[in-house]
T-cell receptor, first 113, second 116 residues
Framework: AQSVTQLGSHVSVSEGALVLLRCNYS??????LFWYVQYPNQGLQLLLK??????LVKGINGFEAEFKKSETSFHLTKPSAHMSDAAEYFC???????????FGSGTKLNVKP | DAGITQSPRYKITETGRQVTLMCHQT?????MFWYRQDLGHGLRLIYY???????DKGEVPDGYVVSRSKTENFPLTLESATRSQTSVYFC???????????????FGSGTRLTVV
């Protein structure tokens, strides 16, 4: 069975501060892991993905995430938040031969001026 | 335009009515999915389809019906809408082979359904 837990339904940071959004997964086999971003009234866009290559993954808009097997984590970070980063972020997990994704409950990021 | 299109964007319907949400994709992706998004629950899989005429239940299929007579279309029908089905519905698609899983899904813009 697979599942994803996102700690913190709301995260608030100041513009220019570090962004850290947490994601822990459970999977009985090596997973593929994804982060998606959803802007208001829009669908989900792929931010970055881990597919068993480099454990530090770089995505769009300056985001990156590190796969840590020992901690079963895939936290999303950005060194310096921008106002345009305000959105909801979803972590998702799937397996290599399996085409169903399991999503976390989402984290809303608020960026204060 | 190429992509994945959902219609309508917004829909208000009454309890007990039948309503169909449409999803159309132009990539000839084999897999298509329907999710509902609710506060505190994230996205939950309703139904998915691996190819035309092949569909299967997800986590929360009760009260929903799907069909897939053509690869490009994957409509979702609420046969008798209930207030608990008020939600935002997202359609998604992906390629068919095992290596495509690594590419993730492509999502539509969503349909906001309100059942009154």
């Amino acid at each position: 069975a697979q599942s994803v837990t996102q700690l913190g339904s709301h995260v608030s940071v100041s513009e220019g501060a570090l962004v850290l959004l947490r994601c822990n997964y459970s999977s009985s086999v090596p997973p593929y892991l994804f982060w998606y971003v959803q802007y208001p009234n829009q669908g989900l866009q792929l931010l970055l993905k881990y597919t068993s290559a480099a454990t530090l993954v770089k995505g769009i808009n300056g985001f990156e995430a590190e796969f840590k097997k020992s901690e079963t984590s895939f936290h999303l970070t950005k060194p310096s938040a921008h106002m345009s980063d305000a959105a909801e972020y979803f972590c998702a997990v799937t397996q290599t031969d399996f085409n169903k994704f399991y999503f976390g409950s989402g984290t809303k990021l608020n960026v204060k001026p | 335009d190429a992509g994945i299109t959902q219609s309508p964007r917004y829909k208000i319907t009454e309890t007990g009515r039948q309503v169909t949400l449409m999803c159309h994709q132009t990539w000839s992706h084999s897999y298509m999915f329907w999710y509902r998004q609710d506060l505190g629950h994230g996205l939950r899989l309703i139904y998915y389809s691996a190819a035309a005429d092949i569909t299967d239940k997800g986590e929360v299929p009760d009260g929903y019906v799907v069909s897939r007579s053509k690869t490009e279309n994957f409509p979702l029908t609420l046969e008798s809408a209930t207030r608990s089905q008020t939600s935002v519905y997202f359609c998604a698609s992906s390629e068919s082979n095992r290596h495509s899983t690594r590419h993730g899904y492509t999502f539509g813009s969503g349909t906001r359904l309100t059942v009154v």
